[in-house]
């Protein structure tokens, strides 16, 4: 056995202890990493579903050694909403950690159904959704989560449960309409096989009526029920006066269609039923795998935005009460438990901790939080419990707010599927008047092909695969970001952000941490520095610049009539007296010197200085951005001194200081003047206008939330490696759409002469373009495995 394999869990890959736990699968040994993964794989091997092992493709969740008390599941007010009653009990979708391939979705089907009381079970591995039907009176919900969470699933409350019955019973439809169509298909072209085969036209005819009128009956549910979506859509599009892909496809079918059963109830020469089947069975393949790839798009989001606890500790004056998540309000005081998910934003209390923000950002490793801190739902508090007092719940959260943008902008036409749209209309109006050339031409030398010729003009030439070929590419580049932790906010953002060649970045929050710390603090004269220091947190506290975090420190005064000056400070009042914070010739009319200041406009009273530290991977993020040719400038607003060292330190040697929010802007003006397709990258109020002018902007999820609404993507994780990673990604989406509409548009060019010259049958005419467009669409799925790093 690899040497490498020996040092990490048989279960779930992680690096083995000194003293591992052994279990048997099969007949061998295999080493494990703690009790909780040895029971696991313990009881995988007893329940003989051990084939689990040889089928997986990515190794198991680790298993918690305690999987978690889901008693609070069997409560009427957490099932309300998300349980339904169903003829054997109930029924219930759960959202799930841990599920990374098909296997882990066989091993939950075929776990789960061997637990008393299960009536039904459906895992999507490509969701991370797992459907659960049993009967209360058999067991209860909890025993059945126990399980689940014992082999590593970890589960979570699912929200839009009636959303997902209905793109359930969408997807089943779909499925019906395949199987209908693939059965009603293979009858029809079986059947018309024999006909074909009758070349020397010695069938009988009434044998040959007998094949066409089977032939017609298999093919009837093929056309009207698994082709009702295009019939349908050419409704639509005619009714708004834009004729479209289906607009040809249902013409063509319809016709292939009535034309047979004209012929069989006049005997004519031929019948084309088996192209009208083959046309709507290739299609629907086609429009199912881009559906696929549109759902696996979505999925990641999906999860982030419905994963979170059934219920939440509350404090109140008598102790502490369990109630459901949708019960807390804002101010109310919540206990999390280690291991447990945060309920809803809300300001850590009481001392620092640790959070998993994995499900929000992607990034595996815990986030360090301390008193003050924000916390946001779905993240999970590790090795310490955490108190919080709630912020914001429900709807309002960050993470609800943030999908919310995406799910608008993903309902939203970007430029280029708008462009394939144009096309594809002038083309199916174009393709009409040539087919009814064709067939005028050939009615003139051979009547008896002229339709069938037509025919195979109309369907060969169907632009089915330039309207795939845009849509498949951006939702497939869209679910790779948000793997990513990169959320698009614009709908042209990936398009715009993949003709990039020079990048604006922000300071504070964006190339640092955003978390400054007071370095040095001295009150003028004999002022009391503690309370000056007081002061400034009070001025910073409701100004939404990171810098309010090198202030707050314990309790502070209330500031009122607090106005932020973008690029120069804050003012405000604190115990009925105006202050100013912020640069010295603000402050107090001195001269800058990259220090903070405060005083009332005219006078000192204590000057601070602040240092932000680095992001651990800012200058590789630099390095990363200028290999792929993207030209760096470092604008802030920031002292001099400060700004030259950051820029040194991550290798920009275009930079400037002392930029206001005017400067900055004025700043990508020119570039862009100068041709230049600018990308800038920020998260403060001061960085709103950047990020608006720039041709495409990238907001830090941290940031204040004008910077989201200015984006065109938001980073919703810390690492900024992602953004050169998102760059090599929209190019590579670039190149596989331009790869995609070159492949449909040659495809269409080159099979209509042929079709034409009558060389092409209407079945081979359906299949070509069927084979057309499940290449577009098995390119664009591509980008799902886009490498890292480089375009």
């Avoid at 639509?236 to 607009?247: C, I, K, N, Y």
Wanted: aromatic residues 6%; hydrophobic residues 50%; neutral net charge.
């Amino acid at each position: 056995m690899n040497r490498a394999l020996e040092l990490r869990c048989f279960h779930c890959g992680e690096p083995l202890p000194a003293d591992p736990v052994r279990v048997r699968i099969g007949d061998q040994e295999r080493l494990v990493c703690c009790t909780g993964c040895g029971a696991a794989a313990n009881w995988i091997r007893d329940a003989g579903l051990a084939d689990y092992y040889t089928l997986r493709q990515a190794d198991g969740a680790r298993v918690d050694i305690a999987p978690g008390d889901y008693r609070a599941w069997d409560r009427g007010d957490v099932q309300a909403g998300h349980a339904v009653a169903t003829p054997e009990g109930r029924e219930i979708t759960v959202v799930v950690e841990g599920m990374r391939c098909a296997a882990c979705a066989w091993l939950i089907d075929h776990a789960l159904r061997r637990e008393p009381g299960v009536c039904d079970v459906s895992a999507n591995a490509v969701t991370g959704r797992v459907r659960i039907g049993w009967n209360p009176a058999a067991t209860p919900l909890s025993n059945v989560l126990t399980r689940l969470a014992s082999l590593g699933y970890r589960p979570h409350l699912a929200q839009g449960e009636a959303a997902e019955r209905e793109r359930r019973r969408e997807r089943n439809r779909l499925i019906a309409r395949l199987g209908v169509a693939a059965l009603g298909a293979t009858q029809a072209m079986m059947f018309a096989e024999a006909l074909y085969l009758d070349t020397a036209n010695e069938m009988a005819p009434a044998t040959r009526d007998f094949f066409r009128w089977i032939t017609f009956l298999v093919s009837t549910p093929v056309v009207f029920f698994s082709g009702w979506p295009f019939l349908t859509g050419m409704l639509a599009e005619l009714r708004h006066r834009r004729p479209g892909m289906d607009t040809l496809v249902a013409t063509s079918v319809l016709l292939a269609y009535f034309a047979s059963l004209v012929e069989t109830l006049r005997g004519g020469a031929h019948v084309w039923y088996d192209a009208a089947v083959m046309f709507v069975l290739f299609l629907l393949a086609a429009r199912f795998l881009e559906r696929m790839a549109r759902r696996q798009a979505s999925a990641q989001l999906d999860t982030l935005a419905r994963a979170q606890p059934a219920l939440a500790w509350r404090e109140t004056a008598a102790g502490r009460e369990q109630v459901p998540v949708a019960a807390l309000a804002a101010g109310d005081v919540v206990q999390v438990a280690a291991g447990d998910t945060v309920p809803a934003d809300g300001e850590l209390l009481d001392r620092a901790a640790a959070m998993d923000e994995s499900l929000l950002t992607g990034e595996s490793v815990p986030v360090p939080k301390a008193a003050g801190d924000t916390l946001y739902a779905g993240s999970t508090c590790r090795e310490a419990a955490a108190r919080l007092r709630v912020t914001r719940t429900g709807s309002d959260t960050r993470l609800s707010q943030l999908t919310r943008a995406v799910e608008q902008a993903q309902a939203q036409r970007p430029r280029l599927a708008r462009f394939a749209d144009e096309v594809a209309m002038r083309f199916v109006v174009a393709l009409f008047i040539a087919a009814g050339l064709v067939f005028w031409a050939w009615w003139q030398v051979e009547p008896a092909r002229a339709f069938e010729i037509a025919l195979a003009v109309l369907v060969v030439s169907c632009p089915c695969a330039l309207s795939l070929a845009v849509p498949a590419a951006l939702a497939t580049s869209h679910g790779a970001l948000a793997k990513r932790g990169v959320l698009a906010l614009g709908a042209d953002a990936l398009e715009t952000l993949a003709q990039a060649d020079t990048v604006v970045l922000d300071k504070t929050g964006t190339l640092t941490l955003g978390r400054p710390r007071l370095v040095r603090a001295e009150a003028m004269g004999d002022g009391d520095l503690p309370a000056l220091q007081r002061i400034a947190a009070a001025l910073e506290a409701n100004a939404g610049h990171p810098l309010a975090a090198a202030f707050a420190d314990g309790a502070v005064p209330v500031a009122t009539n607090v106005v932020a000056a973008p690029g120069r400070g804050v003012s405000g009042v604190v115990d009925g007296r105006e202050w100013r914070l912020g640069r010295a010739e603000f402050a107090c009319g001195g001269t800058d010197d990259g220090a903070l200041w405060l005083g009332d406009g005219a006078r000192a009273f204590a000057r601070f200085e602040v240092a932000d530290p680095l992001r651990p991977d800012a200058r590789e993020a630099v390095a990363a951005l200028r290999a792929l040719g993207l030209a760096p400038h470092l604008l802030s607003g920031d002292g001099q001194a400060t700004v030259a060292t950051v820029a040194a330190e991550v290798g920009i040697t275009d930079f400037h200081a002392r930029q206001s929010p005017e400067d900055k802007l004025a700043a990508v003006r020119a570039l862009q003047a100068e041709g230049h397709r600018v990308l800038a990258v920020g998260d403060g109020i001061n960085d709103a206008p950047v990020l608006a002018g720039a041709d495409v902007s990238v907001a830090m999820a941290a940031g204040a939330p004008l910077a989201h609404r200015s984006a065109g993507l938001v980073l919703a994780g810390s690492a900024l490696m992602r953004l050169p990673e998102s760059v090599a990604l929209a190019r590579r989406c670039r190149r596989i759409i331009h790869q995609n509409l070159g492949w449909a548009l040659a495809y269409n060019l080159l099979a209509l002469p042929f079709a034409a010259l009558g060389w092409v049958t209407p079945g081979l005419a359906a299949l070509g373009m069927a084979a057309s467009s499940l290449v577009v669409t098995a390119n664009a799925l591509r980008l799902g495995r886009a490498p890292r790093g480089n375009p």
